[in-house]
């Protein structure tokens, strides 16, 4: 049996639980990422990446679909560390979730990010 969401104006099934219009708490890292400087800066990292994930490109290879800038030290711990470039890199969406769960080490992303200037060569 199905019935029209009062919700979102689709057909569900009986017992099924909508999530439109569902509101999630609002913590603080998603008031730091929601401004515009963070924006700013994460379209600038990018850019001086040359629009190329940083880790893949150390190890030769060139992906530049699904970039996110990601913050090495974690920004529920270090919110000051919010628009630090040594702190930002920019990565695929694979090595990102890698980063987010640990398994690449933060002295190897750091290094990585404090020579993106370097890595370009000059007129690039």
Same mark, same amino acid.
């Given at each position: ?25 609002? !913590?603080?890292?998603?008031? &730091? ?8 800066? /994460?379209r600038a =990292?990018?850019? #001086? ?10 190890e ?8 996110e800038?990601?913050h ?6 270090h ?6 470039? !040594?702190?930002l890199?920019c &990565? ?8 987010? /769960?640990?398994? =690449?080490?933060? #002295? ?9 200037g ?7």
């Amino acid at each position: 049996m199905t019935r029209a969401c009062s919700r979102c104006g689709r057909i569900h099934p009986s017992g099924y639980k909508c999530n439109a219009w569902r509101t999630y708490p609002t !913590t603080d890292e998603r008031k &730091l990422r929601a401004k515009n400087k963070w924006h700013e800066k /994460a379209r600038a =990292i990018k850019e #001086e990446a040359q629009s190329l994930c940083e880790l893949c490109r150390t190890e030769g290879r060139y992906i530049s679909r699904g970039l996110e800038v990601h913050h090495i030290e974690k920004l529920t711990d270090h919110p000051e560390l919010l628009l630090e470039d !040594t702190n930002l890199i920019c &990565l695929c969406q694979d090595c990102h979730k890698r980063a987010d /769960a640990g398994k =690449i080490d933060k #002295e190897l992303l750091k290094r990585i990010a404090s020579q993106r200037g370097a890595n370009n060569p000059p007129g690039v």
